[in-house]
C-alpha cells in the first residue's frame, strides 16, 4: 500500500490512513509512515484532518511498553457508526456498528411470520427511531442491508429473495424515504465473506469462500485473487442451488437434490425439538453440542455428508486457501469436523485439498452485521473528505427520521424499545 505526497492526491492518501486503521486496527503514527511510504509531517498532517473531521482519534501510547520516543495511537472513531440490517424469514436483526470494528449495540426482533417487505422495512424504521434514545451524539454514515436472496448490484434492487417472497423490491429507496439515511444493499452471503475476509478467519487470505447458513437458506461468497467475485450482476455465489443428490427434496426455486433442499436449519431445530424464532446460530450450536440424541446425531451426520459434496466442488473448481463457515453450517462444523474433512477429501483431489483449510467463521453472530456495515462504510472510506466524511454532515442518531416512529409498524409486529444505553 504505497501514499504519494503531492497534493493532487491528499483524498487518496487520507482513504489509505482511515482504511488502515478501520481495517487493520489502531496504529502509531510511526507505524502508519512505514505502511504508507509517506513521511512524518505528511502522515501529521493527514492525521490531523482525519481527527479534525470525527474519523479517527489519536491516544497516548504505554510508555512502558515502546523503547525511546513513543509516537502516537491513531484508532478510527467509535462513535462515527453504520446501521446494519439483516432480514430473515423470522426475524429483523438491526445492529450498530462502528467505524472501530465495535459492535456497539445489537437487536434481533423475532416476526410471528414471514415479513413483507413493507413490514420489514417499518420495523427496520421503528427500532432505528429507538435506538436514537440509547445513542446521544453518535453519527451514522448510513445504513446497509444484507438480504437472504440476489441483489442488484448497481441499484440494490432486491430481484430475488426466494425465501421472504421478496420480487423485484425496491429496499433501499423504500428505507431511505423513511430514515433519511443513504441506504446500500447486498446479497448477506457475499457481505459475510466481506467481514471475514478484512476482521476474521480470512484476513490476509487472497483466495476464500464463505457459506452462510440462516434460516432463509444458504448461499455463499467468494474472493479470487484478492479480488471480490460478484459476477456480472452481484448474483456469484449461489451455492445453496448447487445439486448434491439424486432426492426429491426441493429448494426455494424448485429445484431437487440441492445443497439448500438437503442441508436445512429447520430439520435441525425440528430434531432438537427448538422454536426457530427463539434461536439464533449460537444457541443452535450449544444445543447441537450438548445433544446425545441419536436422531439428532443422525440428522447431523447426513446433513455434513451432503455439505462435503459441495464443498469438494467448490475446492476442485476454486482451489481456494481457506472455506468459511457460518450460520448454522458453523453449528454443524462443530459437532463433527473430522467427519466433514473426510468426506471432503474423499471426493476432491489430493493435491487441490493438501493447503485448503476449512473453519467456522471467527465473527459468529456479528458478522453480517459487520458485512453491512462495511457496504455502507465504503463511501466514506473512498473519500473522508466527502459529506459523509465530516462529522458535521452525518447523519445524526438523536434526530427521528421522518416517518420512522415505532407507531407506523402494524400491531402484530411491533419493534421492541430500544432505549437502554450501551
Not at 510508555?63 to 439483516?86: C, F, Q, Y
Amino acid at each position: 500500500m504505497q501514499g504519494n505526497n503531492h497534493d493532487d492526491v491528499r483524498r487518496h492518501n487520507l482513504s489509505i490512513i482511515l482504511r488502515l486503521v478501520h481495517r487493520e486496527g489502531a496504529a502509531s503514527r510511526a507505524q502508519l509512515t512505514r505502511l504508507t511510504g509517506l513521511n512524518r509531517s505528511t502522515i501529521g498532517a493527514l492525521v490531523a484532518e482525519l481527527v479534525e473531521r470525527g474519523l479517527v482519534e489519536e491516544r497516548t501510547p504505554d510508555p512502558t511498553k515502546l523503547a525511546g520516543r513513543p509516537s502516537p495511537i491513531v484508532a478510527a472513531s467509535d462513535r462515527v457508526v453504520a446501521i446494519a440490517v439483516n432480514p430473515e424469514i423470522d426475524a429483523i436483526t438491526v445492529g450498530v456498528v462502528a467505524l472501530s470494528g465495535v459492535v456497539h449495540r445489537s437487536i434481533r426482533f423475532a416476526t410471528p411470520t414471514t415479513p413483507t417487505a413493507a413490514e420489514a422495512v417499518a420495523i427496520t424504521a421503528g427500532i432505528i427511531a429507538d435506538l436514537r434514545l440509547g445513542l446521544g451524539d453518535y453519527s451514522i454514515v448510513g445504513l446497509g442491508v444484507a438480504v437472504p436472496g440476489l441483489v442488484r448490484a448497481h441499484d440494490g434492487l432486491v430481484r430475488d429473495a426466494p425465501h421472504l417472497g421478496w420480487v423485484d423490491v425496491p429496499l433501499c429507496e423504500m428505507l431511505a424515504a423513511v430514515t433519511g439515511l443513504p441506504v446500500v444493499a447486498a446479497n448477506d452471503a457475499s457481505l459475510g465473506v466481506t467481514a471475514e475476509r478484512y476482521f476474521g478467519a480470512g484476513q490476509g487470505m487472497a483466495d476464500l469462500i464463505y457459506l452462510n447458513g440462516g434460516s432463509s437458506g444458504i448461499g455463499g461468497g467468494l474472493v479470487v485473487g484478492g479480488v471480490a467475485a460478484g459476477g456480472r450482476a452481484g448474483y456469484s455465489g449461489e451455492f445453496g442451488h448447487t445439486r448434491v443428490s439424486a432426492g426429491y427434496r426441493t429448494d426455494s426455486a424448485g429445484i431437487a437434490g440441492t445443497l439448500e433442499a438437503e442441508v436445512t436449519r429447520g430439520a435441525l431445530l425440528e430434531a432438537l425439538g427448538l422454536c426457530a424464532g427463539e434461536t439464533d446460530a449460537d444457541t443452535l450450536e450449544r444445543a447441537l453440542l450438548a445433544s446425545n440424541a441419536p436422531a439428532v446425531r443422525a440428522e447431523v451426520n447426513r446433513q455434513l455428508d451432503f455439505l462435503a459434496v459441495a464443498l469438494a466442488g467448490a475446492v476442485n473448481i476454486l482451489n481456494p486457501e481457506l472455506i468459511v463457515l457460518g450460520g448454522f453450517l458453523a453449528a454443524l462444523y462443530a459437532v463433527d469436523p473430522g467427519r466433514l474433512t473426510r468426506a471432503v477429501a474423499a471426493l476432491t483431489l489430493g493435491t487441490a485439498l493438501d493447503e485448503v483449510k476449512i473453519a467456522p467463521a471467527v465473527l459468529g453472530s456479528n458478522l453480517l452485521l459487520i458485512g453491512a456495515a462495511e457496504l455502507a462504510f465504503e463511501t466514506l472510506l473512498l473519500d473522508p473528505q466527502s459529506e459523509s466524511g465530516n462529522s458535521s454532515g452525518l447523519s445524526p442518531l438523536s434526530v427521528r427520521a421522518a416517518g420512522s416512529s415505532p407507531a407506523a409498524v402494524s400491531p402484530e409486529i411491533a419493534p421492541p424499545a430500544a432505549n437502554q444505553p450501551f
